[in-house]
Structures are given as C-alpha cells and as structure tokens.
C-alpha cells in the first residue's frame, strides 16, 4: 500500500545549498585564452544538498523543516526564499556572519555543463555556533514533536560530531526515529541511527575488504555498520545496480528502474527523502527501497537538481503492484 506522507513532520538537519545554473548560447571561442566565450541568457536557482531533500519531504507532502548554517550573504536570502515558497520552515537557519552560503554555479550551453565554481565555507562550526543551533533544534523538538529527524551530510561543516551527537541524544530523548545519508568524515559518529545510508563508494572507502555490489559482500559490509553503529537498518545506494537493503533479519537488492538519465545530480537526496519517510509512514523497509528506486528513477530522468513528483510516483506504484 502506498504510504501517506501528508502525516509526517519531518526535521532535515544538514548541509545547505543553492544550486545555481547559468545557460546561454556559446559561437565562439575567447581571443583572451582558449575557452568558450557564454552568452547569457537566464539564471535558475535551486535548493541543493540537506535543502533539497526538505524540498522532496515538502513535494511529498511531508511537513517539513530544514536546520542548517547560512551566511549573512546573498546566496542565503535566495534559500529561504525558495524554500518558503514551497512550504518549508525555515526558522532553524542558523545565520553564522563569519561563514558562506554554499552557493554551486554551473554554467550551461546546449545542456552541456560547460564548468562549476563553487563558494562555501567547509569548517565545522564554531563551538559557540553549535551550542547555539542545537538549543534552538531543542527548543524547536520541544514544540514541535516530529516523526523522523533526518541527518543530510555533505562534509560541509554544520554535522560535526558535537551536532550528530547532540542530535542523536535529542532523537532518543523524545522517541524520534533517525536517518542518516553519511559521508566520509564522520562516517563512525551516527551510533544507534535507525537508518544508515551511505552509497557504495563510501562503504568500499571505509571497510577494509573489497565491496562489490554483490550479497555476500554487501553482507558482510552490514554487518560491520551493525557492530560498529549499533544501526537498526541498512540501505545501500549502488548506482545502476539499484539498492541493497538489510533490516537486520533479511538482506536483499533491489535491481534499479531506471530506464533514461538525464542528470544523477540530487538522485540520492530523493532515494533517502523517499525511503526514510515511507519507512516512518510504517512501510516493511524492502518495500521502502523499492519505491525509492521509483523515485530515484523519476529524478534521474530530468536534468538539473529536481524533485520528485508525488502524483507520477504513487501512479508508477500501482501499475507495479
């Protein structure tokens, strides 16, 4: 059965961004050095990282909330801006002067990406900052019970281990389930999360032995996370092999449905926004994973960062039950 998303609060906690696209037409090459000269055209901006998967929560239907470091810059004002148009709260936006928004500007001719400048701060936040930013998720948690608090990492700098660990304690402190899309840095700080999910290339840098997507390596991976995260769940992204998931009784992969890409860029951001919700709606985690390579499949297919779409997902579903 189809989860209701429209029934779940959910908290992301994370790294933001804006994802910014700059298209324009390119007939000719620069006399000042060999690189094509881009002829303008249009700007788009677009929520990216921990901001983008609050942007699928919301297309979910989901009532979503994003925390998160912003500069006091341009770039931050734009976020807000383009989340609050869809729905998502935005008042755990801790503002930190001394850092930038993460801002990616990809420039684009004749859907080919010509180059991408990126400006951010990565540093952990400061020990003051990040007392201050988990009172404010405490006081938040305290007014407003949530059903998942989902932990988006980019090595970005807002998930230092004092904040996964401050969060965590929050999360079992009120009975919140958690999900974590981890990345290399502190990969070993999310003891006792009820959904790991890292990808892969992350797993293969952590572990010791050769992980191929193949069960018994995928396996014997798990059962490492088991032991060392005292996790409840495993969910494995493989790329084109699909999704390897492992509830701790049963392990299996999910073959992948993609049938075109366009654009991987923020296919992860949809497969955990999808999967950790259905699972907190009370889907069995196999059937979560399924419908997340749906989903996964769907953003795949459009170029840039999108999110996915409810009414076309649930209808995919249907025709696959």
């Known amino acids: 059965m189809f989860p209701d998303f429209s029934r779940l609060r959910v908290l992301v906690v994370g790294d933001l961004m804006v994802d910014r696209y700059l298209y324009g037409s390119v007939d000719r090459i620069s006399p000042e050095a060999p690189v094509p000269v881009v002829r303008h055209q249009r700007q788009e901006d677009r929520p990216g990282g921990a901001a983008n998967v609050a942007l699928n929560l919301s297309a979910l ?42 801002l990616k500007t990809r420039v684009i001719s004749h859907s080919q990406q010509l180059l991408r400048v990126d400006r951010e701060t990565t540093d952990d936040l400061a020990a003051t900052t990040a007392e201050r930013f988990l009172s404010r998720i405490d006081s938040y948690l305290g007014a407003n019970p949530c059903d998942l608090i989902l932990l988006q990492d980019y090595n970005k700098g807002v998930l230092s281990a004092p904040v996964i660990e401050g969060v965590l304690a929050m999360a079992r402190r009120r009975g919140i389930r958690t999900a974590v899309d981890p990345k290399d840095k502190n990969f070993w700080a999310y003891r006792g999360v009820d959904l790991f999910k890292p990808n892969l290339r992350e797993i293969q840098q952590q572990c010791d032995f050769a992980v191929h997507p193949r069960l018994a390596e995928l396996d014997r991976a798990a059962e490492r ?5 005292g996790c409840s769940s495993v969910m494995v992204t493989l790329s084109e092999h699909g999704i390897y998931t492992h509830d701790g009784q049963a392990s299996v992969i999910h073959p992948t449905d993609a049938r075109r890409i366009a654009d991987v860029s923020g296919a992860g951001d949809t497969v955990i926004s999808v999967a950790a919700c259905a699972v907190a709606a009370g889907m069995p985690l196999a059937d979560a994973a399924r419908l997340a390579n749906l989903a996964g499949a769907q953003v795949i297919a459009l170029p840039g960062v999108v999110s996915v779409d409810l009414t076309a997902l649930q209808a995919t579903w249907q025709a696959r039950s």
């Open 225 to 229: 996370l088991f032991d060392r995260l």
């Open 61 to 102: 239907g989901v009532e979503a909330a994003v925390a998160g470091a912003v500069g006091a810059d341009e770039a931050a004002g734009v976020l807000r801006g383009l989340l609050r148009d869809q729905g998502v709260d935005t008042r755990l936006l801790e503002e930190d002067s001394a850092r930038l928004t993460t």
